[in-house]
């Protein structure tokens, strides 16, 4: 029995043999050229590895990590890494991604900038040289590399996220009621990498160049919600140089105010020592029985060191985030007392100048 079939019907036929041939042959190169471009971006993933480190030291409390992320930015061992109340210990401790635990010495820091660098004695370490720093705009896909929810404690590689660079933009965030006061412009990243331990780690793009690090867990001061961003250290980098030089940043530079009056505390239950010097610790002087202090359970010789999550490292510090409050805020003041970390709560009541 012979069929005979129509020839639009054999004609249809072959024209979809012939488009899934092309269209294999298509996917395969496809295929070819992205499995050669994942070889690019998993080498530059294992460069970039050695040349960020992560942080251990003070913290440890609730919503307090006590570990962080840095990156090497000299063959010496500097480490470029945040402002925050990780450095606030005399134990601090950097973990190379080969597992070696070194301690890690503070260097100097720029506070409007969010800047920290420290140094750990080592020789010949893969870093990045600031003086190839990048600077990309708004489409750049890229990666973040960081010690995020201590996935990694020992010789395990850092966590990799990829994302997009959004957009530039001057950063307009707080930290608990408290504005940010860097003033310079961010990249906003489509990614999540506003994470704990995420601090000071790698912006990086897909080609192997430092673009940025990832800054402190922020808060957009309008919309409230939590901002997935990265420092550009490009127009910084002179800063971290200078940083590295041991040179001081001043006041001036760093555009904070010169001067911050005391602020009348016998409200709150205590008096800090006397701001005799421009970085006067701020341990607490006297405790009134029976003060809002006294009952939150502060001590004399307790030492401040964070007013909500913000490092507090003198008095001058502690007037000028004092002096921002209104009556009925919550404060939150984590002390240092016999090398453990204590935090209180009270409502401030009305102060004085």
């Not at 079939?5 to 041939?21: E, G, K, Q, R, Y």
């Not at 190169?29 to 070889?39: F, R, Y």
């Not at 870093?127 to 890229?142: A, D, I, M, N, Q």
């Not at 995420?198 to 922020?218: F, N, P, Q």
Request: hydrophobic share 45%; with cysteine.
């Amino acid at each position: 029995m012979n069929i005979r079939f129509p020839f639009n019907l054999l004609f249809a036929v072959a024209l979809m043999i012939a488009t899934s041939l092309i269209g294999s042959r298509n996917f395969c190169l496809a295929q070819s050229e992205s499995d050669s471009g994942n070889l690019e971006v998993k080498k530059v993933i294992h460069q970039v590895f050695p040349k960020v480190v992560k942080l251990y030291g003070a913290g440890g409390l609730k919503n307090l990590a006590n570990y962080g992320t840095g990156i090497l930015i000299s063959a010496d061992g500097h480490i470029l890494t945040v402002w925050n109340h990780l450095l606030d210990t005399d134990h601090l401790t950097a973990v190379l991604d080969d597992g070696r635990r070194l301690p890690a010495k503070f260097v100097g820091g720029a506070g409007e900038a969010g800047l920290a660098v420290l140094k750990i004695e080592v020789t010949n370490a893969p870093h990045f040289s600031l003086e190839k720093v990048g600077r990309r705009g708004p489409g750049t896909p890229v990666m973040g590399f960081s010690n995020m929810f201590n996935v990694a404690a020992g010789s395990e590689h850092v966590s990799v996220i990829h994302g997009v660079i959004a957009t530039v933009t001057a950063l307009t965030a707080r930290r608990g009621r408290f504005d940010v006061p860097y003033q310079g412009e961010v990249y906003l990243v489509d990614a999540i990498m506003n994470n704990s331990g995420a601090a000071g780690g790698a912006v990086v793009s897909y080609d192997g160049v430092l673009l940025g690090m990832i800054g402190k867990e922020l808060r957009d001061r309008r919309s409230n919600l939590w901002i997935n961003y990265a420092i550009p250290l490009y127009d910084v980098k002179q800063t971290i140089g200078k940083l590295i030089r041991g040179e001081v940043i001043t006041n001036e530079q760093t555009g904070l105010p010169p001067v911050i009056k005391t602020v009348e505390t016998l409200p709150l239950g205590f008096r800090l020592v006397p701001n005799v010097v421009p970085r006067t610790p701020a341990f607490i002087d006297t405790v009134v029985p029976g003060s809002l202090a006294d009952k939150a359970g502060l001590k004399s010789d307790d030492l401040i060191v964070l007013i909500d999550d913000d490092l507090v490292q003198s008095c001058r510090e502690f007037y000028e985030r004092i002096r921002e409050s209104k009556k009925g805020d919550q404060l939150r003041i984590t002390v240092r007392r016999d090398q453990q970390l204590f935090t209180v709560e009270m409502i401030i009541p009305e102060l004085a100048d």
